[in-house]
């Protein structure tokens, strides 16, 4: 059974961080590329950062590039969304996602990803 549990999210101030945890099971996870999305009360769900198979390659939604770093532990199949200087905007239910991937690239569309986790609520407060 698939499963991806996202886990650290919560209320923090603005500027301040967390950082949010999803640990993968029941996939190979060394062939599969990972992704964070978001999604706002009243707004589509949102491309936040996605990394490769490998870890070699991430990729960034404009929103957050420079505060948050994806990264992933192959070994203890979790990948890792690092966020900081948090704004009041990125308040919103957070997901991550998988997809085998062919190639050791990244992925910044929720097409293609076929499982996902069930979410971690991210509220800053201003």
């Known amino acids: 059974q698939v499963q991806l549990v996202e886990s650290g999210g919560g209320l923090v101030q603005a500027g301040g961080s967390l950082r949010l945890s999803c640990a993968v099971s029941?996939?190979?996870?060394?062939?599969?590329?990972m992704g964070w999305f978001r999604q706002a009360p009243g707004k589509e769900r949102a491309f936040v950062a996605a990394?490769?198979?490998?870890?070699?390659?991430?990729c960034y939604a404009d929103a957050v590039k420079g505060r948050f770093t994806i990264s992933r532990d192959n070994a203890k199949n979790t990948v890792y969304l690092q966020t900081n200087s948090l704004k009041a905007e990125d308040t919103a239910l957070y997901y991550c996602?998988?997809?085998?991937?062919?190639?050791?690239?990244?992925?910044?569309?929720?097409?293609?990803?076929?499982?996902w986790g069930q979410g971690t609520q991210v509220t800053v407060s201003s």
């Open positions: 029941g996939r190979t996870f060394s062939r599969d590329a």
């Open positions: 990394i490769s198979r490998s870890g070699a390659a991430t």
């Open positions: 996602a998988a997809r085998l991937a062919v190639w050791d690239i990244c992925y910044n569309s929720p097409i293609g990803f076929d499982s």
